[in-house]
């Protein structure tokens, strides 16, 4: 089974600007690596790598702004990486839709599966069940890893029944829900679907997220199922308490 990991990475870090370097490869700890025989730092896209290679993902894209150049400057001295990256460069990008996007005639045909560089989780090995779902039935063409969350108003919140995903709800003020989506896969249904929807629309005045899309992709008839995590957990790096969490507490 042929799954390509896409790794958006083309936003600005605002929340924790101004940073000595990319977000995606700011350091969170230190680790042994086997491979170097050594200590090395840990940074933070350094989880998805591994959460990937847990799942049998051998490759990834790293979809990139073009002056993140520290990201593949940093990767590319790197010889223990659990899976072979490729980058793609591009000016800027109005979302995450548009930045996912830019891959599509690389993973056109394939499956896909989406992680954010600044989310840890736990299990860590969370993206095998997702994908498992997802190839498992051959009505779905998403599935979607489901979370319980506390901050739902900063998350997309899951309505779904046993393991079909029913509605989402994008960064609500006020849920009663206690499930959000933090990882998904998808079928090239869902890929084909999101470069013909992103080219039929316009840039919104409000920022378009990856749950408005994924949504969009229900309303016109597409599939969605979910793998539901009720012992896991995950945070979010890129918002300064909970990296500083992370310092306290390197739980994850």
Same mark, same amino acid.
């Given at each position: 089974?042929?799954?390509?990991?896409?790794?958006?990475?083309?936003?600005?870090?605002?929340?924790?600007? %101004?940073? %000595?370097?990319? #977000?995606?490869?700011?350091?969170?700890?230190?680790?042994?690596?086997?491979?170097?025989? #050594?200590?090395?730092?840990?940074?933070?896209?350094?989880?998805?790598?591994?959460?990937?290679? #847990?799942?049998?993902?051998?490759?990834?894209?790293?979809?990139?702004?073009? @002056?993140?150049? !520290?990201? *593949?400057?940093?990767?590319?001295?790197?010889?223990?990486?659990? &899976?072979?990256? @490729?980058?793609?460069?591009?000016? +800027? +990008? %109005?979302? $995450?839709?548009?930045?996912? !996007?830019?891959?599509?005639?690389? &993973?056109?045909?394939?499956?896909?599966?989406?992680?954010? *560089?600044?989310?840890?989780?736990?299990? $860590?090995?969370?993206?095998?069940?997702?994908?498992?779902?997802?190839? =498992?039935?051959?009505?779905? !063409?998403?599935?979607? =890893?489901?979370?319980?969350?506390?901050?739902?108003?900063?998350? !997309?919140?899951?309505?779904? @029944?046993?393991?079909?995903?029913?509605?989402?709800?994008?960064? *609500?003020?006020?849920?009663?829900?206690?499930? =959000?989506?933090?990882?998904? $896969?998808?079928?090239?249904?869902?890929?084909?679907?999101?470069?013909?929807?992103?080219?039929?629309?316009?840039? %919104?005045?409000?920022?378009?997220?990856?749950?408005? &899309?994924?949504?969009? $992709?229900? @309303?016109?008839?597409?599939?969605?199922?979910?793998?539901?995590?009720?012992?896991?957990?995950?945070?979010?790096?890129?918002?300064?308490?909970?990296?500083?969490?992370?310092?306290?507490? *390197? &739980?994850?």
């Amino acid at each position: 089974m042929d799954v390509t990991g896409l790794i958006p990475a083309c936003g600005q870090a605002t929340r924790l600007s %101004p940073t %000595p370097c990319s #977000k995606e490869i700011y350091p969170i700890g230190l680790r042994y690596s086997e491979v170097l025989g #050594k200590t090395i730092p840990m940074v933070v896209s350094d989880c998805l790598l591994e959460y990937f290679a #847990k799942a049998g993902i051998s490759q990834a894209i790293f979809v990139i702004r073009n @002056d993140k150049t !520290d990201i *593949p400057r940093y990767f590319e001295k790197r010889k223990d990486l659990p &899976v072979h990256l @490729d980058f793609i460069h591009k000016e +800027s +990008s %109005p979302g $995450a839709p548009y930045t996912l !996007d830019f891959a599509y005639e690389y &993973v056109a045909g394939k499956i896909t599966a989406l992680g954010f *560089p600044d989310i840890l989780m736990r299990p $860590a090995d969370a993206f095998k069940p997702v994908i498992d779902k997802l190839v =498992g039935n051959e009505a779905l !063409d998403i599935a979607l =890893g489901l979370f319980p969350i506390e901050r739902k108003y900063s998350w !997309d919140m899951v309505e779904f @029944d046993q393991d079909e995903v029913r509605k989402i709800h994008v960064k *609500p003020q006020d849920t009663h829900l206690t499930y =959000g989506w933090t990882i998904a $896969a998808w079928k090239p249904s869902f890929a084909s679907f999101m470069h013909d929807y992103l080219a039929k629309t316009a840039v %919104p005045n409000r920022e378009l997220y990856i749950g408005h &899309v994924l949504q969009a $992709a229900m @309303d016109d008839g597409l599939k969605a199922g979910c793998a539901l995590f009720p012992e896991g957990a995950c945070i979010d790096l890129g918002k300064p308490e909970d990296l500083s969490a992370v310092y306290r507490t *390197p &739980v994850f």
